[in-house]
T-cell receptor, first 113, second 113 residues
Framework: DSGVTQTPKHLITATGQRVTLRCSPRSGDLSVYWYQQSLDQGLQFLIQYYNGEERAKGNILERFSAQQFPDLHSELNLSSLELGDSALYFC????????????FGPGTRLTVT | KNQVEQSPQSLIILEGKNCTLQCNYTVSPFSNLRWYKQDTGRGPVSLTIMTFSENTKSNGRYTATLDADTKQSSLHITASQLSDSASYICVVSAEGGSYIPTFGRGTSLIVHP
């Protein structure tokens, strides 16, 4: 158990819908990262927050957005969902950023039908 | 373009044998290189993190090496166990003040009894 929690574990929704994925980092970790893992693309970095502020942006679509709240939990919002958005979404946390070890959560499996 | 290539794509070995996985990268400027172990359907677990000045790092039966001149890294697994069956992912981050990772597609390792 990494200490990072993600909810829900599984999510099934229809195209065009909007969903919110939630992540609680390890106690004391200020940095949160979001990743997408699909069969054809592998792991991809989406976005990073540090102590409530956006720190780095990766391959995140405009239909996706995220935020980190004062209690340091984070949410990833996915809207206008497409079949291709079906994937495992991981959250990770670390004390700081760049070279710190990241601890991954168990992931949320999103299926868009 | 920043790229990370891993080889082999898949590997089958017998329990107790050693193996070596390769990672070649073109990421520049280099910041750090991470090796992760990922069990199917679960979040990646960090094995090692190496910066430019480090050329070897061990974590139990896992030893990673880094040659920053040739831009190559390897992960050596000693006395393999059935629980080593997993995907091993190499991630190289570029320097630039923020987190800029490039992921390899991973090596799938199967350890047979």
């Amino acid at each position: 158990d990494s200490g990072v929690t993600q909810t829900p574990k599984h999510l099934i929704t229809a195209t065009g819908q909007r969903v919110t994925l939630r992540c609680s980092p390890r106690s004391g970790d200020l940095s949160v990262y979001w990743y997408q893992q699909s069969l054809d693309q592998g792991l991809q970095f989406l976005i990073q927050y540090y102590n409530g502020e956006e720190r780095a942006k990766g391959n995140i679509l405009e239909r996706f957005s995220a935020q980190q709240f004062p209690d340091l939990h984070s949410e990833l919002n996915l809207s206008s969902l497409e079949l291709g958005d079906s994937a495992l979404y991981f959250c990770a946390s670390s004390v700081d950023y760049i070279t710190d070890e990241q601890y991954f959560g168990p992931g949320t499996r999103l299926t868009v039908t | 373009k920043n790229q990370v290539e891993q080889s082999p794509q898949s590997l089958i070995i017998l329990e107790g044998k050693n193996c070596t996985l390769q990672c070649n990268y073109t990421v520049s400027p280099f910041s750090n290189l991470r090796w992760y172990k990922q069990d199917t359907g679960r979040g990646p677990v960090s094995l090692t993190i190496m910066t430019f000045s480090e050329n070897t790092k061990s974590n139990g039966r896992y030893t990673a090496t880094l040659d920053a001149d040739t831009k190559q890294s390897s992960l050596h697994i000693t006395a393999s166990q059935l629980s080593d069956s997993a995907s091993y992912i190499c991630v190289v981050s570029a320097e630039g003040g923020s987190y800029i990772p490039t992921f390899g597609r991973g090596t799938s390792l199967i350890v047979h009894p």
